[in-house]
């Protein structure tokens, strides 16, 4: 069975800084692997996706994610974090051809410090 | 275009009590999803709906919860009895086809005591 791991619980970053939000995935098959943003009271929103093709993938709010198969790894970026964006991140992976059926990490706590 | 729409936004009840959520998808999204997420954890996929006919509900506790989607458009999702383990946000989320973009729903945040 596919899964996922975001190691870091909760990471802080000052406004301004770079931004990167590790994860590592286990699926045996080219899996299908996406960011979700959760907001206080809100649903999850869709950062970005890579399915194939290009490693590096461009998403919204200037995030950015690169696929590297050799260390299975997924991890999320930003050159320069701004205050909306502390929120919970989640990495998720999802079957090929099983669309939507996703499996989530436990999430990431992003706090941006003024 | 209109969210995914949840509702009731919080339920408090005692356990063994009986509770339903009531979820409307984005108009014309054929698929959709209920999905429990604990605190501390990331969502887990109860149960996946095409239309009116279920998918996929291999990880749904069947023999407390239900859901149904009559008229393959609203659906529900019922606890009874429910557990303290049952505590939980319940999201709904759909999509156009099963591997277009998904949509979330704000939830409905549970607590039993």
């Known amino acids: 069975a596919q899964s996922v791991t975001q190691p870091d619980i909760h990471i802080t970053v000052s406004e301004g800084a770079s931004l990167e939000l590790r994860c590592n995935y286990s699926?045996?098959?080219?899996?299908?692997l996406f960011w979700y943003v959760q907001s206080p009271g809100q649903g999850l929103q869709l950062l970005l996706k890579?399915?194939?093709?290009?490693?590096l993938v461009q998403g919204i709010k200037g995030f950015e994610a690169e696929f590297k198969r050799s260390q299975s790894s997924f991890n999320l970026r930003k050159p320069s974090v701004h205050w909306s964006d502390a929120a919970e991140y989640f990495c998720?992976?999802?079957?090929?051809?099983?669309?939507?059926?996703?499996?989530f990490g436990t999430g990431t706590q992003l706090k941006v410090e003024l | 275009e209109a969210g995914v729409a949840q509702s009731p936004r919080y339920k408090i009840i005692e356990k063994r009590q009986s509770v339903a959520f009531w979820c409307n998808p984005i108009?014309?999204?054929?698929?959709l999803y209920w999905y429990q997420q604990i605190l501390g954890q990331g969502p887990k996929l109860l149960i996946q709906?095409?239309?009116?006919?279920?998918?996929?509900d291999s990880q749904l506790p069947k023999d407390r919860f239900s859901a149904e989607r009559l008229k393959g458009v609203d659906s529900t999702l019922k606890i009874q009895p429910a557990k303290l383990e049952d505590s939980a946000v319940y999201l709904c989320?759909?999509?156009?086809?099963?591997?277009?973009?998904?949509?979330f729903g704000s939830g409905t945040q549970l607590s039993v005591l």
């Open positions: 890579y399915f194939s093709g290009d490693t």
């Open positions: 989320a759909s999509s156009r086809e099963g591997n277009e973009k998904l949509f």
């Open positions: 699926y045996g098959a080219t899996p299908y």
């Open positions: 108009s014309g999204h054929a698929t």
């Open positions: 709906f095409q239309n009116n006919g279920v998918v996929d």
């Open positions: 998720a992976v999802g079957l090929t051809g099983g669309g939507n059926k996703l499996t």
